[in-house]
């Protein structure tokens, strides 16, 4: 069966720090990629997608970047973090040509 | 671009009632039309989907319908329990594109 691992849990990181979370799924090929922010008490906000290895897309522009460098591996990086990349990061993956997607436990980060 | 609304924002119901999130949405081409459910501190997870191939669909104590023509679909939860309490996401998408678009989430009391 799939399953998606996404870690840290929480992080807590000061202004001007850098970050790296990263995100894996296991037992599919070829997926989709997703990173999501999710603001307290909001809905999602989409931020990169990928369809392959090195294939990003950005849905806005921040202060954010991701990466793809293997199949199964997607890394939402910063290096330098702002106050307002506080939130809740969510990684996704879905089978290609289908739309259902599921999350992983998602990232609770805090800059302080 | 697609654009989905989901109603109401918030939503307390008695133990045992029914309870119903709608969502519109704007592409008529949108043919996939997922509901998740998301408990604190956790990444969504897919509770029930529907196709615009079919009206309604039902999966013990949820149903979800869709009316093409209005293009809005709903989430119906009867008999509700504690346990339902959650924010609840509606989306929609194309099936041949890889990205669902998202309405902004609804918070479910469940009063004991």
């Known amino acids: 069966s799939q399953t998606i691992h996404q870690w840290p849990a929480t992080l807590v990181q000061p202004v001007g720090s850098p970050l790296s979370l990263e995100c894996t799924v296991e037992?599919?090929?070829?997926?989709?990629l997703y990173w999501y922010r999710q603001a307290a008490g909001r809905g999602l906000q989409l931020l990169f997608y990928?369809?392959?290895?090195?294939?990003i897309s950005s849905e806005v522009p921040q202060n954010l970047s991701a990466s793809r460098p293997q199949d199964r591996q997607f890394i939402l990086s910063s290096k330098k973090l702002l106050l307002s990349d506080s939130g809740f990061y969510l990684c996704?993956?879905?089978?290609?040509?289908?739309?259902?997607?599921?999350f992983g436990q998602g990232t609770r980060l805090t800059v302080v | 671009g697609e654009n989905v609304e989901q109603h109401p924002s918030t939503l307390s119901v008695q133990e045992g009632d029914s309870a119903v999130i709608k969502c519109t949405y704007s592409?008529?081409?949108?043919?996939?039309f997922p509901w998740y459910k998301q408990e604190l501190g956790k990444g969504p997870q897919l509770i029930i989907d529907?196709?615009?191939n079919v009206g309604e669909k039902k999966d013990q104590r949820i149903a979800v319908t869709l009316n093409k023509t209005a293009k809005h679909f709903s989430l119906h939860i009867t008999e509700t329990q504690p346990e339902d309490s959650a924010v609840y996401f509606c989306?929609?998408?194309?099936?041949?594109?890889?990205?669902?678009?998202w309405g902004a989430g609804t918070k479910l009391i469940i009063k004991p």
């Open positions: 996704a993956w879905s089978v290609v040509g289908i739309t259902e997607a599921f």
């Open positions: 037992g599919t090929s070829n997926p989709n």
């Open positions: 990928s369809v392959g290895i090195g294939q």
């Open positions: 592409d008529s081409a949108s043919n996939y």
């Open positions: 529907i196709r615009s």
């Open positions: 989306a929609a998408s194309i099936n041949s594109n890889y990205q669902l678009i």
